[in-house]
């Protein structure tokens, strides 16, 4: 006896899956690791001195910290441009306020004339590294083109 199935003819074994979307992009990995670098960063001692260290915290280290959230957050979002702005965002902003905290230790190390006495601490050179990463992934994700799968 011949069994009796409910579907239509011609579909039975073409369930094929259709093309599937990619959840990460090719900056993916780059904003994560810049991202992770300025979000660490931004905890660390940024300042040292004889005596002691100065935290990120204290400062700006919480507006670093704030854009190493924004450069993760672009990491995960399916989206090619949103992610790009992320990244120049997270970037331009972490970048600015290191150039502007290195700016305001040699200014001060001139005026007081204290050379060798304030030095950059780990989280502000990590936070450099990371704007270095994110802006050098912003920068590839606008030069390589878009795929469509």
Sequence with gaps: MASTTSSPAGTAGTSAPGPQKRILHPGSVGMLLGGLLTLVGSLLPWVMTPLGNLAGTAGPGLWTLCAGFLGIAGAVLPYRRVALAHCLLAGGVAGVIVGWQVARLAHLSATTDAWGQLLPGMGLVMVAGG????????IRLLRTPATTT
């Design 131 to 138: 704007t270095v990463v994110l802006l050098r992934t912003g």
